[in-house]
């Protein structure tokens, strides 16, 4: 059966490697960015943060 | 013949043997570029269209910046812009991406076909929408697949429209680009597409190197890339062909 056209929160985590000086995210659903390990440091401490406040968001869910 | 490879194997639109000699006889200029050559700029007036006979192009578009984007690759047998002709302009560039040959047809040739030989016209109208609808799977490729699927995804798509040029025996082509073009190509960086070609290597779903592609197991690779060549819109004998070579 057709998934929905419109995108969808991902449910499965992207993959992050570290390659020849860079780090590579590869996924979910056709992300595919390389960068810098401060990016990707600034990233993830992003991603950290902007994780904690949606799980306050969400009613009834406890923060971890 | 220069226009031999032109819509080969293509359902419902292959050139009778008269037609082929109409679009052979167009022909004005038969050239060879060097890699990296620029054959036409956006915006630039068309008299001609571009019939590549060997080698690779690309079309591109440029950002502010002057960074290319590569929007279309195209392999021996397109008519890379005849949607040049009503087109007048083109709103990319086209760019050699390996040393190629080319021929050019003029636009009121394309006139006089269009006026006077309405079938052969049609096929031409295939042409165009042929490339749309891989510029289609495109946009799947990029907006849809990770890393390797996407890399899969082209080298699936090339070699089935090798196959159909004759320049492929289905699992084994020549395919002069550098991983920096295939990065290009799939919205990589250098160092990812490095990665996916070694675990494209590592699985044995593809060995890429030099001017060389093996694809071991094309049904696999296919699998990977989430290929399904339906949208090369193949008569059967030559998805046959293209089968028996999995």
């Not at chain 2, 397109?78 to 002709?85: A, E, K, T, W």
């Amino acid at each position: 059966m057709t998934q929905p056209a419109v995108p969808q929160p991902q449910s499965q985590p992207g993959v992050a490697v570290a390659e020849e000086g860079l780090v590579i995210l590869d996924g979910p659903a056709g992300i595919a960015v390389t960068m810098t390990p401060d990016a990707a440091a600034r990233t993830g401490q992003s991603l950290l943060d902007a994780s904690a406040a949606a799980r306050e968001q969400t009613p009834g869910s406890a923060s971890t | 013949m220069f226009i031999d490879r032109f819509l080969r194997g293509r359902r419902g639109a292959q050139l009778d043997e008269a037609e082929r000699a109409r679009l052979e006889a167009a022909i004005t200029e038969v050239r060879t570029f060097e890699p990296r050559a620029r054959l036409v700029r956006a915006g630039e007036r068309l008299t001609h269209s571009t019939l590549l006979i060997e080698g690779f192009l690309c079309r591109f578009i440029d950002d502010r910046r002057g960074l290319r984007q590569l929007v279309a690759f195209h392999v021996p047998g397109d008519f890379v812009d005849l949607h040049g002709y009503p087109l007048q302009t083109l709103d990319h560039g086209i760019a050699t991406l390996t040393a190629a040959t080319i021929a050019s047809v003029p636009h009121e040739a394309l006139a006089a076909i269009e006026r006077d030989a309405p079938e052969m016209a049609r096929k031409l109208w295939f042409a165009t929408l042929l490339d749309a609808a891989i510029h289609r799977a495109w946009l799947f490729r990029l907006g849809r697949l990770d890393a390797v699927g996407r890399v899969a995804h082209f080298l699936c798509e090339t070699n089935a429209r090798l196959v159909l040029a004759g320049l492929s025996d289905g699992k084994r082509f020549a395919l002069g680009l550098t991983q920096n073009d295939l990065a290009e190509i799939c919205g990589l960086t250098n160092v990812h597409v490095n990665r996916v070609v070694r675990a494209l290597r590592e699985e044995h779903l593809c060995l890429f190197r030099a001017s060389l592609v093996e694809i071991p197991d094309p049904q696999r690779l296919a699998a990977r890339g989430q290929f399904d060549p339906a949208y090369l819109y193949i008569d059967e004998r030559a998805a046959q062909a293209l089968a028996s070579s999995e």
